[in-house]
Structures are given as structure tokens and as C-alpha cells.
């Protein structure tokens, strides 16, 4: 069974930082593209960041300059450091992860993280 575990979310005032963490287990072939979604009540899920398994990575207009995501392989873990956090930052933020079975690639998210952002 895969399972992605989500932590480092909280409450934070504006201009302070977070880091999230994103940790896979189970038996995992391989674990492929992974991202970082949020949602805001009232608004859809919207994708935050995202990562290749080479390394490359790419953000929302509204997060560069201030988040970063990055991953370490040997520990299944993804990363998303926010810096310069806005109030227009809260939501539940969300891991996805593509991850290999055998031949077969699934899809997997995490439980949610909640982050709240004062002014």
C-alpha cells in the first residue's frame, strides 16, 4: 500500500517562511513527477509547483522567486520551501505523486496540509 504523508504546515505571519515535506513508502518502483497543489475554501485545487524525476522543475506565476521545490530521492520525500509567505498563500496544501508499481504508473495524493498565512 502507497501512502504520501504530508507535514511542516501551521500558521505563520506574512513575510515568514514554511516548509513542507512529502514522504512516499510502500514498495515503489520508481517514484516519477511529483507536485505541490493548493486549495483556498471556496476556490478550485490549484497546482503550486512541480518536479521531475531528473530534477526539473516549474511554478505558478504567483509562487516564483519565493517558493522552491526540490526532492531527495533516496528518501521518497518531496519539499516545497515558501518563503515570503502572503496571506493569499493560505490553503490546504496538497502533495501529488506519480509512482510506479511494477509497469504500471499511478497517481497518489497526500491528506492535505493546512497552511494559514496572518497579515
Known amino acids: 500500500q502507497v501512502q504520501l504523508v504530508e507535514s511542516g504546515g501551521g500558521l505563520v505571519q506574512a513575510g515568514g517562511s514554511l516548509r513542507l515535506s512529502c514522504a512516499a513508502s510502500?514498495?515503489?518502483?520508481?517514484?516519477?513527477?511529483m507536485g505541490w497543489y493548493r486549495q483556498a475554501p471556496g476556490d478550485q485545487r490549484e497546482l503550486v509547483a512541480t518536479i521531475t524525476s531528473g530534477g526539473n522543475t516549474a511554478y505558478v506565476d504567483s509562487v516564483k522567486g519565493r517558493f522552491t521545490i526540490s526532492r531527495d530521492n533516496a528518501k521518497k520525500t518531496v519539499y516545497l520551501q515558501m518563503n515570503s509567505l502572503k496571506p493569499e498563500d493560505t490553503a490546504v496544501y496538497y502533495c501529488?505523486?506519480?509512482?510506479?508499481?511494477?509497469?504500471?504508473?499511478?497517481?497518489?495524493w497526500g491528506q492535505g496540509t493546512q497552511v494559514t498565512v496572518s497579515s
Open positions: 510502500g514498495s515503489i518502483t520508481s517514484l516519477n513527477a
Open positions: 501529488k505523486a506519480r509512482i510506479s508499481l511494477g509497469v504500471t504508473e499511478h497517481v497518489y
